[in-house]
């Protein structure tokens, strides 16, 4: 694996892995736990989800496998395995002819920063092989809620997997990488806007968006929030089960008072 590129062989995945391909001409990547024997479990948008209202709906739909071709004789039938969007199957079908690349964990800020794309890496740690493809497989039977572009999906399965961490406050974007990208580039345009009296030429505007996107990137990265907690997935699943999954923050003792 390159210093920026993520791009893996085959050969070269470990179960536990973190894996992804990009869909719909590179605009967004499908995510998933790679568990050994050929098999990948991930998280679609085939259960209940919330859409965005917006062209991405379109566009994601090709983050599910692909349904062009003959049922693979190696995976579960769709209509046993989708019924709340987790997904157990074969490395092909997850790929669905697209390129493997493996996330990366533990990155240097240098490195987060200079793969400009989100959605590739994290400055945070991952558990231990063993801790996430429990949780994978936990969750392959137990659902991971409803699935949302912006704070539940695909790629925050993976990284909860890896990392067991979760969002404490579910009205912010979730772990994901590319769903801060999506938000956090644009955005970074607009508030680098009224800075436009203050630079010389188009050069000076387009740093600062840029300087602002990187920032954004930077501070969201789930090894760089203090709003997450680690949660471990029974609670996470009894959470689901219950409508709880906005997860409580750890609550204080109070200070002993003074004497008078």
Known sequence: MGLLSNRVERSSLKPGDHIYSWRAAYIYAHHGIYVGDDKVIHFTRRGQEVGTGTVLDFLLVSSGPNR????CPTCVPAEESECHGMVSSCLNCFLAGGILYCFEYAVSPVIFLAKARGGTCTLAVSDPYDDVIHRAKYLLDNGFGCYNIFKNNCEDFAIYCKTGLLVLDQNTLGRSGQAVSIVGGPLAA????????????????????IGAYCASRYSADIGMRRDVIKVSVEDLSRRLATGMFRVAEPSMLPLPQAAN
């Open 68 to 71: 062009s071709h003959a049922p």
């Open 190 to 209: 607009i508030l680098s806007t009224p800075l436009c009296f203050v630079t010389s030429n188009v050069y000076g505007m387009a740093a600062t968006a």
